[in-house]
């Protein structure tokens, strides 16, 4: 445990976020790769009023993610009405929002 703290600390991730499984993962570290990342995963709430839906995705291994359910951005609403609560998907994401959403 100590050395994945050290480990975090020399990342500058914040230990308390890491170790923590909240609603996003602004606490795990991210590569500095520009562009997109795919990911896989199961539509659990689309809220098309906050331009948001809720996956449960698998481990994306290129942000060093372990799966988790939580919500999501879309970089346009019209990609809400592709998707329906229970469908699996793939889907890009810039940062932690989703450009891209497709059936799997």
């Known amino acids: 445990m100590k050395t994945l703290l050290l480990a975090l600390a020399a990342l500058g991730v914040s230990t308390t976020g890491a170790l923590a499984h909240g609603a996003d993962h602004s606490g795990h570290a991210a590569p500095a790769a520009a562009g997109?990342?795919?990911g896989t995963?199961?539509?659990?709430?689309?809220?098309?009023?906050?331009?948001?839906?809720?996956?449960?995705?698998?481990?994306?291994?290129?942000?060093n993610w372990p799966a988790m359910t939580m919500p999501f951005k879309v970089a346009d609403k019209a990609l809400l009405a592709?998707?329906?609560?229970?469908?699996?998907?793939?889907?890009?994401?810039?940062?932690?929002?989703?450009?891209?959403?497709r059936p799997q």
């Open 36 to 38: 997109s990342v795919e």
């Open 41 to 63: 995963g199961v539509i659990k709430k689309v809220d098309a009023k906050t331009g948001s839906v809720t996956i449960a995705h698998d481990p994306i291994k290129a942000l």
């Open 82 to 101: 592709k998707v329906k609560v229970g469908a699996k998907v793939r889907f890009d994401l810039n940062g932690q929002v989703i450009t891209a959403i």
